[in-house]
């Protein structure tokens, strides 16, 4: 599957251009699946209104409100209680899953539970996440970003993709998360990590790694 890996989503023309490219099509002629799972793990942002903000499209985070052909919601603590032939057809004809941010390691936990991760690889779709819904590709997050503990105690993520992320570098509600606090962060992480604001996404196909941005980021290789 192709992966447009973001910090805040679609904030500015070149990562909307990219995501055009992906996608192969307008997205006026394009489905997609939102999932706001990752927010019920994260004390800041569920649950309550603003996974509501997500799902609807939320002017400040990009990704939604884009303009679709149409928006269904995929809600990963569900699918585990339905039967997978209810979802699984849904999920491999749709053209884009949006993955909101959240608590990574809780989103990890529940594509797993549901099957989601292993269905994951072979997908034709474009895969755009949002902070956490970034993060989750990576090997691990770091300690840095722990919140919720999974059973395993571990901080381990999907490991789709062979690089670490920081996100939200520099954001004015996010004192700590500067590019000293990366730099920090990056340097307990095993493997190439990037530490990105909210300007900027990383593009993956086929694992080449493309750095789309329009504001700062940095990689760190340890």
């Not at 585990?80 to 899953?97: A, F, G, H, M, Y």
């Not at 993060?135 to 381990?156: C, K, L, Q, R, T």
């Not at 993709?161 to 954001?171: G, L, Q």
């Amino acid at each position: 599957m192709k992966l447009l890996l973001t910090s805040a989503g679609i904030m500015n023309k070149s990562i909307h251009d990219t995501l055009v490219d992906m996608l192969d099509k307008p997205i006026g002629e394009s489905s997609a699946l939102c999932i706001p799972t990752a927010m019920y793990g994260h004390p800041w942002v569920g649950p309550g209104v603003q996974a509501w903000e997500f799902i609807k499209g939320d002017a400040r985070n990009p990704m939604v409100n884009l303009g679709w052909k149409s928006v269904g919601v995929l809600e990963l603590t569900a699918l585990p209680s339905i039967n997978k032939d209810r979802w699984v057809s849904l999920v491999q004809e749709t053209d884009v899953l949006l993955v909101a941010g959240g608590d990574p390691l809780y989103l990890c936990y529940w594509m797993q539970q549901s099957g989601l991760a292993d269905l994951l690889p072979s997908l034709r779709s474009v895969y755009v996440g949002m902070s956490a819904g970034s993060m989750v590709m990576a090997p691990h997050i770091g300690e840095y970003f722990v919140g919720w503990n999974p059973p395993n105690d571990s901080d381990e993520t999907l490991n789709l993709v062979d690089f670490a992320m920081f996100p939200h570098v520099d954001h004015e509600m996010l004192p700590h998360n500067t590019m000293a606090h990366a730099e920090k962060w990056a340097a307990d992480i095993q493997g190439p990590a990037y530490a990105i604001d909210d300007e900027t996404a990383i593009k993956v196909i086929d694992g080449a790694v493309e750095v789309i941005s329009e504001g700062n980021w940095k990689l760190f290789s340890s």
